[in-house]
Nanobody, 122 residues
Framework: QVQLRESGPGLVKPSQTLSLTCTVSGGSITTDYYYWAWIRQPSGKGLEWIGH???????YVVPSLQSRTSISRDTSNNQFSVQMSSVTPEDTAVYYC??????????????WGQGTQVTVFL
């Protein structure tokens, strides 16, 4: 059973950098054909895909966040992370990490972390 757990500060001040880590157990982040994603959900809104890092280490961030977001991994600790700079209150959300795989030419999320609330305020 794959398990994912997000960790990081719950409060971040505007203009600072948000850093979250996802620790994976029950499976390796280097296993072929799996992708490890970050998703967020502001209160009262839908899910927003931030990006992912692949089993080979290739990272992708959605264009709207590319200028201030990076995704990386630590294979020795089986973790992957997201760093988002210059945060504003609009970045307040529940942040999730998840595992994706491809099925029928689409991405399917099959395991999720429980999510962690990040609030940006002074």
């Amino acid at each position: 059973q794959v398990q994912l757990r997000e960790s990081g500060p719950g409060l971040v001040k505007p203009s600072q950098t948000l850093s979250l880590t996802c620790t994976v157990s029950g499976g390796s982040i280097t296993t072929d054909y799996y992708y490890w994603a970050w998703i967020r959900q502001p209160s009262g809104k839908g899910l927003e895909w931030i990006g992912h890092i692949s089993y080979s280490g290739s990272a992708y961030v959605v264009p709207s966040l590319q200028s201030r977001t990076s995704i990386s991994r630590d294979t020795s600790n089986n973790q992957f992370s997201v760093q988002m700079s210059s945060v504003t209150p609009e970045d307040t959300a529940v942040y999730y990490c998840a595992r994706m795989r491809t099925a029928n030419n689409a991405f399917v999320y099959d395991y999720w972390g429980q999510g962690t609330q990040v609030t940006v305020f002074l």
